[in-house]
């Protein structure tokens, strides 16, 4: 009876557990960010709508050693089965990494749905802003990133998405390339190909690309506008030095690996050695970011980029580096999709050149606010 009395008890403690830990004011150790807003304790008209579920669903958020049981659970996955349902893994010549499969799968997966429509309504508005910008004697370009198992060959086939090899970047590329837009329209896909062969373009541990991926991209953007001027040999992306970094735990995408210990691959910044010492001064003009030069610079025209979180790396690193972009306009003007609304309504009177900027994973986001960033 004893026996039993004691198995008893530890049942009950293991699933009290949770709940002691939290009265103790220990149950969010290791906490998780998971990108997401957690639930709330629910309203009483929640819990009337839908009784015990909504509460049921605050505290599947809510209970103590939660966090701890997850990154506990992801731990065994990844050190005995080298698998994690919330992370996706790959092999490459620099070793083992992983980044989210939410962003790197699912949002592709949705971009495959993609009607004939739907694109249509890019090209639409795409041609639109090349109409607007032409007129006001501003050349324009545009490019979409690319998704990094698009580029790193070594992931090829690793997601679940229906055509790896003819997805939704060629397919809009096959459409830009038979459109007016062609001359607008930059191949950064081939630039990162090419680079990568050089130098990993893409974070490990991040979807994003990397200092070096960003600069690759957004210089062959310059050189293309510099060539539409009779220019060549504007930006060199070659001659930009390296450094190696470790990144922190709460780096980029790290913040949410949900394991206890992941070996950490070394990361790679650029700097342009001409800009090394010099500081880049920012400064906030009616909702626009820009960079002002002293200096005399190649191009006498400034230029205005439209982007979201593939774009900043190209202007100004958090890394502290500088891959000197900004250093050949007298004035670079950064605004995030978020605002941009009315844009090109109102841009600055010296700018010469706008490049706009989405992620792949994101076309309908594109198609919707550059039909909020053109004038009816």
């Known amino acids: 009876m004893n026996h039993k009395l004691r198995i008893l008890a530890i049942m009950l403690l293991f699933i009290l557990s949770p709940s002691i830990a939290a009265a103790a004011g220990f149950g969010r150790m290791w906490p998780i960010n998971e990108n997401r807003t957690q639930k709330a304790f629910p309203s009483s008209a929640e819990i009337k709508c839908s009784g015990f579920s909504a509460i049921r669903e605050w505290y599947d958020d809510r209970f103590g050693l939660r966090d701890v049981l997850i990154r506990l659970q992801h731990q065994m996955d990844y050190s005995l089965f080298g698998y994690n349902k919330t992370l996706f893994f790959a092999e490459s010549n620099e070793g083992e990494y992983l980044f989210y499969r939410s962003v790197v799968a699912n949002e592709q997966i949705q971009n495959e749905a993609m009607t004939k429509e739907d694109q249509q309504a890019i090209l639409t508005r795409l041609t639109e802003v090349k109409e607007l910008l032409e007129q006001q004697d501003i050349c324009f370009r545009f490019i979409i990133p690319p998704q990094k198992n698009g580029v790193l060959t070594e992931e090829a086939g690793q997601l679940p998405v229906s055509r790896p090899e003819k997805n939704m970047y060629y397919v809009m590329q096959e459409a ?25 373009v893409f974070y490990h541990t991040d979807f994003h690309w990397n200092d070096w991926g960003a600069a690759c991209a957004f210089g062959g953007v310059v050189n293309s506008y510099a060539a539409s001027l009779g220019m060549s040999g504007v930006y060199d992306v070659d001659r930009l030095e390296f450094r190696a970094f470790v990144p922190a735990p709460d780096y980029a995408q790290l913040s949410n690996l949900s394991v206890f210990k992941y070996d950490i691959p070394t990361e790679y910044t650029v700097h342009d050695p001409g800009m090394a010492e010099r500081a880049i001064t920012i400064s906030d003009a009616g909702g626009f970011l820009y960079w002002e030069n002293q200096d005399k610079t190649p191009f006498s025209r400034s230029a205005l980029f439209i982007g979201d979180s593939y774009t900043p790396p190209a202007l100004f690193s958090f890394n502290e580096t500088s891959s000197g972009l900004t250093g050949l306009f007298p004035r670079v003007y950064f605004c995030h999709w978020d605002n941009a609304e009315d844009v090109l309504s109102r841009i600055p009177p010296d700018v010469g050149l706008v490049v706009v900027e989405s992620i792949e994973s994101n076309y309908f986001l594109f198609a919707e606010k550059l039909g909020r960033l053109c004038p009816p």
């Open 176 to 200: 830009y390339m038979k459109s007016p837009l062609r001359e607008n329209y930059v191949n950064v896909m081939d630039i990162l190909k090419e680079k990568n062969q050089v130098h990993p």
